[in-house]
């Protein structure tokens, strides 16, 4: 048995609503799962539009995004579900670069998925312009990590190729087409949010594989569930 923990690696954006209602349904299982201590979350980075500029862009999120009443409606469902407050209406399109690149400093003190949550909660909820200096130290603070050393992160290069690699490697090799997209142990795909029950089996069928062979070495991944127009699992589509 490896001595490691088993890894589930997420590509997230913090603009993707169904990121966030994914993110709480994991947590939300790994709760009810008894090896939960030996599961480790790895945040990686998915611009749903690295084109954006790190200022309100001045639209709305249902003009920005073509989301239709509908859509929303399923989204207000899904997230009271599990306790999120959507508040669309206030929400600020702008660039997450630097959320993310956040994220990715977090790792560092084993607060990425603390961060992540407070720039959902700043987004979705709170209606921050989450690519604002003084938004991102005050999350930072929030959550306990070194301002400074962030400060003089964001205003260097770092992190910055890295978004870039995470888009090129989840579409080239990991054929990454929705997200959230998840990869338990390095071979089980899931694409979308989808029901805990799914989250489960997958969990629990890939915590079995690890704690017998270790970490796969396949290249050859597994899709345990895909997101298309008809399932139940729902997802920000990358086209």
């Known amino acids: 048995m490896s001595t490691e923990k088993m890894k589930i690696e997420i590509w997230a954006d913090i603009a993707c609503p169904y990121c966030f209602i994914g993110k709480k349904k994991l947590e939300n299982v790994l709760q009810k799962f008894p090896h939960a201590d030996q599961v480790e979350l790895v945040w990686h980075s998915y611009e749903l539009d690295p084109g954006l500029k790190k200022e309100p862009a001045g639209t709305s999120y249902l003009d920005y995004y073509k989301d239709g009443k509908d859509i929303l409606d399923g989204l207000y469902q899904l997230s009271e579900a599990v306790g999120i407050k959507f508040n669309f209406d206030r929400v600020v399109i702008t660039s997450t670069a630097d959320a ?3 994220v990715k400093f977090a790792r560092n003190y084993d607060l990425a998925a603390d961060t ?10 709170n209606g921050e312009c989450i690519s604002d200096r003084k938004v991102i130290t005050e999350i ?3 959550v306990g990590l070194p301002v400074d050393e962030l400060v003089r992160t ?41 029901p805990d029950e799914v989250y489960l089996e997958t969990l ?11 970490i796969s070495t396949s290249e050859e991944k597994e899709f345990a569930f895909c997101y298309s127009p008809n399932a139940s699992g729902l997802s920000c589509s990358i086209g």
């Open 140 to 142: 930072a603070k929030k």
């Open 116 to 125: 992540i949550e407070a720039f959902f909660q700043a987004y979705f909820t």
């Open 100 to 102: 993310l690149r956040t």
């Open 154 to 194: 964001l205003d260097s290069n770092e992190y910055i190729a890295e978004l870039t690699q995470d888009i090129r490697y989840s579409e080239d090799i990991l054929i990454l087409q929705y997200i959230p997209f998840y990869l338990f142990n390095n071979k089980t795909v899931i694409q979308g949010s989808i």
């Open 204 to 214: 629990e069928k890939s915590f079995a594989n690890w704690n017998v062979n270790g």
